[in-house]
């Protein structure tokens, strides 16, 4: 099969090993390039927090460009969406670390279940564009949140002969789709205005529900849902 993996590079290019090592042809489409606040991750981190919450390993990547800065915070209980996540923040050295199912919501009850007996304040380090589900869900179970917008994702463009190139005069039989904001963009992309037919016999493999629903209608019967958001489950359904 030929898989494009939608997905900032260097993400990209590791999911597009994965998928290479099944024996499959995987092209990395990145659609933004990520762009990191250090400030506001060091000031956020000198601030008192009993739990720090990720839902994407973006903001571990942003954590890893501080240093030392972070050794002071590495036994804190650190909560994540999914069981990559989680390595990625292990990796880092982080030594409390939880993996959840599911998306913000479900991060947010995880959170509340454990510290249900006490006055915990939880640092979420998030994305300047976020769903609301996980802090919304954290203050319906009545915890302080404090959010620090530490990464963002800036769009690239290309070509319309570019696109033409990669998705027309070779079409792909899969695609990864591992954010909402991807996925629309993907589908934004100028050349299905002009060539929507070069999509019909591709699958969408979408690590989410919710990033399924960016999927456009008439692909819905092509969709793919992992049952949990973990990018070794997608892949285990091609």
């Given amino acids: 099969m030929r898989v494009l993996v ?50 994407s390993a973006e903001a571990l990547r942003c954590l890893a460009k501080l240093g030392q800065a972070i050794e002071h915070h590495l036994d804190t209980p650190l909560f994540a969406v999914g069981k990559t996540t989680a390595r990625h923040a292990r990796e880092l050295g982080f030594t409390k670390v939880t993996a959840t199912q599911g998306g913000g919501a ?74 909402k904001d991807n996925a629309r963009a993907f589908f934004d992309l100028e050349v299905f205005r002009q060539s929507k037919e070069s999509l019909r016999k591709t699958l969408f493999f979408c690590l989410s529900r919710n990033i399924a629903a960016a999927v456009p209608e008439e692909f819905v019967n092509s969709v793919v849902v992992s049952l949990s958001p973990d990018e070794d489950e997608l892949i285990d359904l091609l």
Avoid at 15 to 34: R, Y
Wanted: aromatic share 8%; with cysteine; net charge negative.
């Fill in 106 to 179: 479900a991060l947010a009850a995880e959170i509340a279940g454990r510290f249900v007996t006490q006055d915990a304040s939880v640092l979420y380090l998030s994305a300047i564009k976020r769903s609301p589900d996980f802090e919304a869900t954290l203050q319906e179970h009545g915890f302080a949140c404090r959010t620090a917008e530490v990464y963002g994702m800036s769009p690239i463009d290309y070509s319309l002969t570019d696109q033409q190139k990669l998705l027309v005069n070779n079409p792909v039989d899969a695609a990864f789709l591992f954010s």
């Fill in 6 to 55: 939608i997905r900032p590079r260097e993400q990209g290019a590791a999911t597009a090993e994965k998928i290479a090592e099944l024996g499959h042809e995987a092209v990395v489409l990145p659609l933004f390039e990520p762009f990191h606040d250090l400030d506001a991750a060091v000031q956020a981190l000198t601030e008192p927090h009993d739990v720090i919450a990720i839902t």
